[in-house]
């Protein structure tokens, strides 16, 4: 398996623009998770899906972000409008329940 | 709130030494801890995972153990090599959903 894919791996936008993000977790995972790094605060969990279900979005920051799961193999977080202060590194995860979570490469947001 | 502390922030040590990288959680009801490696600009690659009712992992060099009556978990590198240079994330399992709370990370330099 090629493991967790995120697409695209850097984005530069304007303020107020559109983004979205893309992951793609390993086939057979169940479980799947987009964290935010930032040089700030670290790594942390914006929203968790099972069986491509939202579990907990209480990570979400603002209303203005959302993500989606529409099946098994595919997964989006947008943000709409973005602003500079979202500008970090996106992860997505995926996993087995009660197992070890293989992260993805990130995508890097600069939003200018 | 559950928190996760590692301690050192940084660490530099001559190629071939033996060293510890601690880590510390507030959260005693642990579901399982696991440790990453971060390289700069790159994903997190997963290298131990310590379910709550095991007390060590162990992978080549790498030792992981878990105290959880003393809320601790230390990652042991053996005989460390330029190549282990990297930032080391420890991460705390809440539950089953696995949710993970990260620490901010170690980042150590193994010097030739």
């Known amino acids: 398996d090629a493991g967790v894919i995120q697409s695209p791996r850097h984005e530069v936008t304007e303020m107020g623009q559109e983004v979205t993000l893309r992951c793609k977790p390993i086939s057979g995972h169940n479980s799947l998770f987009w964290y935010r790094q930032t040089m700030m605060r670290g790594l942390e969990l914006l929203i968790y899906?099972?069986?491509?279900?939202?579990?907990?979005d209480s990570g979400m920051p603002e209303d203005r972000f959302s993500a989606k799961m529409p099946n098994a193999s595919f997964s989006t977080l947008k943000i709409q409008p973005s602003e500079p202060r979202d500008s970090a590194v996106y992860f997505c995860a995926s996993s087995l329940v009660n197992t070890e979570a293989f992260f993805g490469q990130g995508t890097r947001l600069t939003v200018v | 709130k559950q928190e996760v502390t590692q301690i050192p922030a940084a660490l530099s040590v001559p190629e071939g030494e033996n060293l510890v990288l601690n880590c510390s959680f507030t959260?005693?009801?642990?579901?399982?801890l696991q440790w990453f490696r971060q390289d700069p600009g790159k994903g997190l690659t997963s290298l131990l995972l310590?379910?709550?009712?095991?007390r060590e992992q162990t992978s080549g060099r790498l030792n992981a153990s878990l105290d959880k009556s003393s809320g601790r978990s230390t990652l042991y590198i053996a005989a460390s090599q330029p190549g282990d240079s990297a930032t080391y994330l420890c991460a705390e399992g809440m539950d089953s959903s696995y949710k993970l709370i990260f620490g901010s990370g170690t980042r150590l330099l193994v010097r030739p």
């Open positions: 899906f099972n069986n491509n279900v939202p579990i907990d």
């Open positions: 959260d005693s009801a642990i579901y399982n």
């Open positions: 310590i379910q709550s009712s095991q």
